[in-house]
């Protein structure tokens, strides 16, 4: 029992519980239960008890195993729920205003302001087109 506990193999553990029932040593069976717990697997020890007629000696290892998985439930449940509580109070949050999106090149104050060659650092260009005085406007395409 201890090798197979120790293999951390559940093949391992199944075939020496499957020897212990060929052998008839139902209290063997027990034991190997308890000793590889973490290995086997609650179907297949449900189904070979019951097979040969041993639920009693399966019974306390079947009744831990949904002890477990009641424990494990309850915290699915509790957390579930927490989360569902934590959602609908952020459903229930007022609305922010969100702030103006900064312009990355010109803001609108340089919008409308001539441009200034000597003013400007190197490589640098107007934010927009300024009509020179003395010109006319741009109409487009008319007949």
Known sequence: MEYAADSKNPDV??????????????????ACLFQCYDLLRPDVILE???RHGIMDFAMPY?????????????KLEESESQR??????????????PEPQLMLTAG???????FNPAAA????YPASFVQP????????YSM
Not at 108 to 114: E, V
Not at 121 to 124: K, M
Not at 133 to 140: R, S, T
Request: overall charge negative; aromatic content about 10%.
């Open 48 to 50: 070979l008890a019951w």
């Open 84 to 97: 569902l509580e934590e959602t609908s109070q952020q459903d229930h949050k007022p609305m922010m205003m």
């Open 108 to 114: 609108p104050a340089m919008m409308g302001q001539p």
């Open 133 to 140: 005085p003395g010109m006319p406007a741009y109409q487009g």
């Open 121 to 124: 650092a190197p490589g640098a």
């Open 13 to 30: 553990a199944e075939e020496l519980l499957a020897w212990f029932l060929d052998k008839g040593n139902f209290d063997c069976f027990a």
């Open 62 to 74: 079947l009744v831990q195993v949904i002890r477990e998985y009641i424990t494990k439930v309850d």
